[in-house]
Nanobody, 124 residues
């Protein structure tokens, strides 16, 4: 099991950038696939981005491809989500999650451990 803590959210204007961080605790972090999900008000939780245990493979939702970048540093037990060219529709509570198996990193139900979330609000 890993404990996850997100940070870096905030209120920004459209076109701005933010970098979310997810700090993990636990000795086996480096073996976990990691993902970012978000939930906007009145909407279902949706996949944003994921990265495999080594960092070699990354995956993105079509809505953020080309604007968001996921990365990780296993020595620091941290995953980041760099978000550029933010849009009002990116407004949501962003969650970091850890998946022990790492086979289906786009699927929320595959993840065992979740953080509490960090709010991102993008104004027009």
């Amino acid at each position: 099991q890993v404990q996850l803590a997100e940070s870096g959210g905030g209120l920004v204007q459209a076109g701005d950038s933010l970098r979310l961080s997810c700090a993990a605790s636990g000795r086996t972090f480096s073996s976990y696939g990691m993902g970012w999900f978000r939930r906007a008000p009145g909407k279902e939780r949706e996949f944003v981005a994921a990265i495999n245990w080594s960092g070699y493979s990354t995956y993105y939702a079509d809505s953020v491809k080309g604007r968001f970048t996921i990365s990780r540093d296993n020595a620091k037990k941290t995953v980041w989500l760099q978000m550029n060219s933010l849009k009002p529709e990116d407004t949501a509570l962003y969650y970091c999650a850890a998946d022990r198996a790492g086979f289906n990193l786009r699927i929320a139900n595959e993840y065992e451990d979740w953080g509490q979330g960090t709010q991102v609000t993008v104004s027009t």
